[in-house]
Structures are given as C-alpha cells and as structure tokens.
C-alpha cells in the first residue's frame, strides 16, 4: 500500500529540484509559448479568467 500523499514534502523535494537544474526555465518557457510577449498574455488572460466566478470550480459539484 502507498505511502499517504505529503503535500508539503512534495513541495519541499519540487523546489530542491528546480534549484538543482541546469535548465533555464525561462528560456524554455519562452521557447514553448513562441516568446516572452506570448508569455506574458496568456499570463493576463489566465488572471482576467481565474477571478471571474464563471470559472470557480470551488462551487461545482463532485460526481464519484
């Protein structure tokens, strides 16, 4: 049986990761949205949608 799930753990061993790498997260995140400008829009689309209540998921309800 697993181990239960350790959020905090986890975010302790993801940021021990991300400090560890060689790889420079910007440039491939630039990379993937075709340039920084691209970045930046999806980044105020992505604010603009995350505070309208149309799009909280927090009231929805669950089906199991």
């Known amino acids: 049986m697993a181990e239960p ?3 905090k753990q986890n975010a ?9 790498t060689a790889i420079n997260v910007a440039h491939v ?4 949205h ?3 400008a691209q ?7 992505v604010g603009i949608l995350s505070k309208d209540p149309v799009f909280d998921k927090s ?6």
Do not use: C, N, V
């Open 29 to 32: 995140r630039d990379f993937l």
């Open 39 to 45: 970045w930046r829009r999806r980044e105020q689309i």
């Open 5 to 7: 799930h350790d959020p």
């Open 59 to 64: 009231t929805r309800f669950l089906f199991y």
């Open 34 to 36: 075709t340039g920084p």
């Open 12 to 20: 302790i061993d993801m940021a021990k990761a991300r400090s560890s």
